[in-house]
């Protein structure tokens, strides 16, 4: 494949113009337009058949990571179906996600092993289409339940090493973040544990005071979920997690952008304690996330999507609609964040969370070609998943093929 004529966000600048080389799913060539040579010497270099797809007037920018994604598409992660994973995977391709983290609620044991095995299955040749699977996010149940916002409480349990290593069995592995709340009796050998088996944890759905994340923190746990929400607050004399995350450069944390779970002045505050290369956005989506507003599941709880808030029957948030392209969209407009900084926080920096940053996350020769193209108001008119085409608009008739 080659994508010509786009401006494309390298690491190191805009490349006006230009053009990229993808080969066995590879960027092997970034250039300017005025590099480009002939189709015939093309065809000499990268094989007899090529496809060109004319960028011209678009930005080309590295695919969307999302970490922390229960659904979409009208499909749940707690279904536990192939076809469910495949259909939501789907959804989130069509907003430039090109690698997304599954994730669970607070279940039952054996629910949570399903999924685990279901998510383990779908890591190698089985892969759904749309966007990539890197792994499975346990968003629970080693919580705390007076912290749980839409979190089951009936899912919620004392933090376990057995249970982490049969989730870890079940999922082959695949198994790369999980949160904990880190007061909870066990929880910091439970950190100790996962950290040994390569898996991140994060901090949340917790009370912890500022010594108890720090504590935390030194047992390895390096990341904040969903910043601000379900957890202890600021006070100048009790800084709490809130505090500790604001103050702790050893922490990374994620934010929900959908102009409902936090105020624009905090999310501004956020941005310049954490700065680009610790901040991710992330959806915390549901199976509303692209579809009408009307009743929906999450983890087997009914919520109501009306007006842009997913919410229980109760009136609290649960979860969102919110996808990847919308969340960038709302740092820019809202934040004042520069299109390159708003970027870099789904691509470089959950890249760089989940400890893949050496594959994916830039647009750079050696990378996985996970791409997307956006028009001037950052539509998604393209989305490329390691070199395959996983989403096209309707309304894109610059897709051309040369033989």
């Given at each position: 494949m080659i994508i010509k004529g786009a401006d494309i966000l390298t690491p190191y600048g805009i490349t006006k113009s230009g053009i990229v080389v993808i080969e066995d799913g590879i960027i092997v060539r970034i250039s300017p337009m005025g590099d480009m040579c002939p189709d015939d010497e093309f065809r000499r270099e990268y094989g007899g058949e090529h496809r060109v797809i004319d960028g011209t007037g678009l930005t080309l920018a590295p695919g969307f990571i999302d970490i922390h994604?229960?659904?979409?598409?009208?499909?749940?992660?707690?279904d536990g179906t192939y076809d469910s994973l495949e259909r939501m995977c789907l959804s989130h391709a069509a907003h430039g996600t090109t690698g997304i983290l599954p994730t669970t609620m607070s279940a039952p044991a054996e629910t949570l092993l399903e999924i685990a095995r279901l998510v383990g299955g779908c890591m190698g040749a089985?892969?759904?289409?749309?966007?990539?699977?890197?792994?499975?996010?346990?968003?629970?149940?080693?919580?705390?339940?007076e912290w749980k916002?839409?979190?089951?409480?009936?899912?919620?349990r004392a933090p376990s090493i057995e249970e982490l290593d049969e989730l870890i069995e079940a999922s082959s592995g695949n198994i790369r973040m999980i949160t904990v709340a880190p007061e909870m009796p066990g929880a910091l050998n439970l950190i100790n544990h996962a950290?040994?088996?390569?898996?991140?944890?994060?901090?949340?759905?917790?009370?912890?005071?500022?010594?108890?994340?720090?504590?935390?923190?030194?047992?390895?746990?390096?990341?904040?979920?969903?910043?601000?929400?379900?957890?202890?607050?600021?006070?100048?004399?009790?800084?709490?997690?809130?505090?500790?995350?604001l103050s702790c450069d050893r922490l990374t944390a994620d934010v929900i952008l959908d102009g409902f779970h936090i105020h624009h002045a905090a999310a501004k505050m956020l941005m310049k304690c954490k700065g680009k290369d610790r901040l991710a956005l992330i959806t915390d989506a549901t199976m509303a996330a692209g579809m009408p507003d009307g009743e929906y599941e999450l983890g087997g709880q009914?919520?109501?999507?009306?007006?842009?808030a997913v919410r229980l029957p109760d009136r609290n948030l649960a979860g969102s609609a919110l996808t990847l392209d919308n969340a960038v969209k709302y740092a820019v407009r809202e934040l004042e964040c520069s299109l390159e900084d708003?970027?870099?926080?789904?691509s470089e920096t959950p890249a760089w969370i989940l400890g893949i940053d050496d594959k994916k996350?830039?647009?750079?020769?050696?990378?996985?070609?996970?791409?997307?193209?956006l028009d001037a108001e950052l539509q998604v008119k393209a989305t490329i998943v390691c070199g395959s085409l996983a989403y096209m608009s309707e309304d894109a008739p610059w897709q051309i093929h040369v033989g």
């Open positions: 994604a229960h659904g979409g598409g009208g499909y749940d992660t707690s089985k892969a759904p289409c749309g966007a990539g699977i890197l792994g499975l996010h346990l968003e629970g149940p080693w919580l705390n339940p916002g839409a979190q089951p409480i009936t899912g919620i950290i040994d088996s390569g898996i991140k944890v994060s901090l949340g759905h917790s009370s912890a005071t500022y010594d108890q994340v720090i504590a935390a923190v030194d047992r390895g746990a390096t990341h904040v979920t969903h910043a601000y929400n379900a957890m202890s607050g600021l006070h100048h004399r009790r800084p709490g997690m809130v505090g500790a995350m009914k919520v109501i999507y009306r007006g842009g708003a970027i870099w926080m789904v996350g830039r647009v750079e020769v050696g990378k996985d070609a996970d791409l997307v193209l």
